[in-house]
């Protein structure tokens, strides 16, 4: 039996081996003057009715992204060394040397077919199904070196499969199209054919897999970039990152069967009932400067069904807040935060994470890792060709202002003072803050890369300016900042650092 979970993690392989070949390959393109491959957003079709994006490159400009990555740091590095006995298995993304998933920066994912949720499940497609995955990467490489390499790299793990593959090679647009054999993708035979196709996009390079119908019609541009009716007005006001899928019929019967602990409980079994006439989802992730906002819609088959299921997330979250009363700091911050509401036949639900969601996130999953200083992810390893920093007097000043609000939470946005008294643009600062109360008395402090959220720079030579930053690990009851710095990183790489 053919499992879709295998085509979608054989996918995964590829496109990541094309990334590795990409981050290796920055040349401009050749053939600049051409049409461009269509974005990843434009995937999607009235006809699409499970749909996947994410603007990773948009979120990951983002204060609380940087934050959450810095926070991850040691997190991660601890869990990968405990698993990397376990890790074998996923060796097979690293056919092509270079790999880098940074260099990833949209992903769109669309599945095609009235029945392709139950072909999910039963691990089998219809022939009416079809599926098509497209990612956008950094940089614009020499696209036929791309092709070339990639196919090395095929040839490589498998012998012989690079001849079959260039014979089918064609032309869509600016596209270079090829066939991919079933073998590749899976154990058994797809009831379709299904095509790679590489070419240069207006922001990086665009790579798509799919169904050779699904490809072909992005390539041209015969599909419209919007999903169906309200779902798409909905979603294109959204975050970054979002998902919509419908609900079949089967997923639902099973809560309205009951059982002795929701038939004992009036308000789940309400819920339980309303859930029964959910008819899709849809799930959105907006990344802001200090927080995570989350929005949530269930489209119900009428008002009734969305009212009831305010209702009853209304009184079920009461019960959460009168349980919290006698140890409120229990109580993770976007709890407090979530809003319902029903807007005609739709159930909308929103909250937002902030800096102290993930403090306590982290602080469950790795007890003491989230007490380390973070692994500063935004500090570049240093090149032998990069010149050594420079022993002269400090050239820029930097004064902390104010926070941006009174909310006392870990993380913490607000403004400093940079004057820059060199000609060149500084890129990066290293600085210390030192946090304090009212009285002056010291109550911690946190040491980091400081770089532009909105730019390349963080501000032009000879310039003062209040940019905005985040301060991390903030204590409560913190009023005074003090700022101690260490590093200047200019626009040219040229460094500069206090004397020891």
């Known amino acids: 039996m053919y499992s879709p979970k295998r085509v979608l993690g054989k996918t995964s392989v590829i496109l990541l081996s094309l990334a590795g070949v990409c981050f290796t390959h920055p040349n401009a393109n050749a053939a600049g003057t051409e049409e461009n491959v269509p974005a990843p957003s434009q995937v999607f079709t009235p006809r699409t009715v499970l749909a996947v994006y994410a603007d990773l490159q948009g979120a990951g400009q983002s204060g609380i992204w940087k934050a959450v990555a810095e926070k991850a740091g040691p ?167 979002w998902l919509y899928l419908p609900v079949p019929r089967d997923a639902t019967k099973s809560l309205t069967g009951g059982g002795a602990a929701l038939n004992a409980n009036p308000m789940l079994a309400g819920l339980a009932q309303s859930m029964d006439k959910v008819r899709d989802v849809s799930l959105s992730l907006k990344f802001g400067a200090s927080q995570v906002d989350l929005a949530l819609d269930l489209g119900c088959a009428d008002g009734a069904a969305a009212t009831q299921l305010a209702q009853g997330i209304q009184g079920f979250l009461g019960m959460i807040q009168m349980g919290a009363q006698n140890n409120a700091a229990s109580m993770p911050p976007f709890v407090g935060k979530i809003r319902v509401r029903a807007e005609g036949a739709v159930f909308r639900f929103g909250t937002a994470f902030t800096m102290r969601d993930f403090d306590l996130a982290f602080q469950n999953v790795g007890r003491g890792v989230g007490a380390a200083p973070p692994r500063a992810l935004s500090q570049r390893p240093k090149s032998e060709a990069a010149p050594p920093p420079v022993a002269e007097p400090a050239p820029v000043e930097v004064e902390f202002v104010q926070f941006s609000s009174g909310a006392e939470e870990s993380l913490r946005s607000g403004k400093m003072r940079v004057q820059n008294r060199s000609s060149k643009p500084v890129k990066e600062l290293r600085l210390t803050f030192i946090y304090s109360d009212q009285s002056g008395r010291r109550l911690g402090q946190w040491t980091r890369n400081h770089s532009g959220l909105t730019s390349d720079n963080l501000i032009d030579g000879e310039k003062t300016e209040v940019v905005d930053c985040l301060a991390f690990n903030v204590p409560a009851f913190t009023k005074k900042v003090t700022v101690t710095l260490h590093e200047v990183t200019f626009a040219d790489g040229a460094k500069w650092s206090p004397r020891p």
């Open 75 to 241: 997190l991660a590095q601890q869990f990968q060394s405990l698993q990397r006995d376990r890790m074998a298995s996923l060796k097979t993304a690293t056919v092509v040397p270079g790999i880098n998933e940074t260099n990833v920066a949209e992903i769109a994912v669309a599945f095609e077919g009235e029945k392709v949720l139950n072909n999910i499940q039963s691990g089998q497609f219809d022939p009416d199904s079809g599926f098509i995955v497209v990612v956008r990467l950094v940089g614009t490489p020499d696209v036929e070196n791309l092709i070339q390499q990639v196919l090395a790299a095929i040839d490589k793990e498998k012998p012989g499969l690079r001849d079959q593959i260039e014979k089918s090679r064609r032309r869509v647009g600016s596209a270079a199209v090829f066939d991919i054999p079933a073998g590749v993708l899976g154990e058994h035979n797809l009831p379709f054919t299904s095509s790679l196709a590489i070419g240069p996009g207006k922001d990086g390079t665009i790579i798509g897999l799919g169904r050779s119908d699904s490809v072909a019609a992005f390539l041209s541009g015969r599909t419209e970039g919007r999903l169906r009716g309200q779902v798409n007005e909905a979603l294109s006001r959204r975050g970054q990152i």
